[in-house]
Every structure is written in structure tokens, then in C-alpha cells.
Nanobody, 119 residues
Framework: QVQLVESGGGLVQAGGSLRLSCVAS????????MGWFRQAPGKEREFVAA????????AEADSVKGRFTTSRDNAKNMVALQMNSLKPEDSAIYYC????????????WGQGTQVIVSS
């Protein structure tokens, strides 16, 4: 089993930055592919970014490309999402997720951390 705990959310003005962290615990966490998703009120959950277990491959949604960057530190069992140039439409609950196999569904989810961007 894998447990994921996010932190770093909060209230920020438009144009500002936040850094979200996700700490993983459990079996073989360094071998997991990691992702970030978000869900705004009344909307479906959407993909934000992903990073492979080796950090050799990353992907970002078009809506955040050039503003958000994901990274990981396997020695600390941690994944981070650096969010710059935040916009009000980035406001959502952000979730960290993990999967065992590339391209497979994400099996493990954190509880989420809320981000509010004021205009």
C-alpha cells in the first residue's frame, strides 16, 4: 500500500507562486510514476502534470505549460509542483497521485490540498 500526503496549498494573489509537495510512504515509492490533478468546484478532475519514476520524463497540461513544473526527490520520497504566474482559474483542490505502471490508471491518491488564487 502507498500513502500520499500533499501540503503547500493556500491563498495567493494572481501572478504569485506556490509550491506543492507530496510525500509518499509505503512500498517501493521511488519506482512509482507520479501525477498531479486538480478539481475545481462544479468541474471534473483534470490532469495537471506527471513525472516518471526516474524523473526522466515529465508532462504538463496545456493550461499550465510554461507556468507549472513538477520534480521529484526519490531520496526524500517527495514530489513537488512549482506553480508560477498563478491565475484565478488555477483555483482548485490539488491531488497527488501514484501509479505502478506507465500509462496505467493512477492507483493511489492523496487527500488533496486547496489552492485559491485571488484576482
Amino acid at each position: 500500500q502507498v500513502q500520499l500526503v500533499e501540503s503547500g496549498g493556500g491563498l495567493v494573489q494572481a501572478g504569485g507562486s506556490l509550491r506543492l509537495s507530496c510525500v509518499a510512504s509505503g512500498r517501493n515509492t521511488s519506482s512509482l510514476g507520479m501525477g498531479w490533478f486538480r478539481q475545481a468546484p462544479g468541474k471534473e478532475r483534470e490532469f495537471v502534470a506527471a513525472i516518471s519514476w526516474s524523473a526522466g520524463s515529465t508532462a504538463e497540461a496545456d493550461s499550465v505549460k510554461g507556468r507549472f513544473t513538477t520534480s521529484r526527490d526519490n531520496a526524500k520520497n517527495m514530489v513537488a509542483l512549482q506553480m508560477n504566474s498563478l491565475k484565478p482559474e488555477d483555483s482548485a483542490i490539488y491531488y497527488c497521485a501514484a501509479r505502478t505502471f506507465p500509462g496505467a490508471q493512477y492507483e493511489y491518491w492523496g487527500q488533496g490540498t486547496q489552492v485559491i488564487v485571488s484576482s
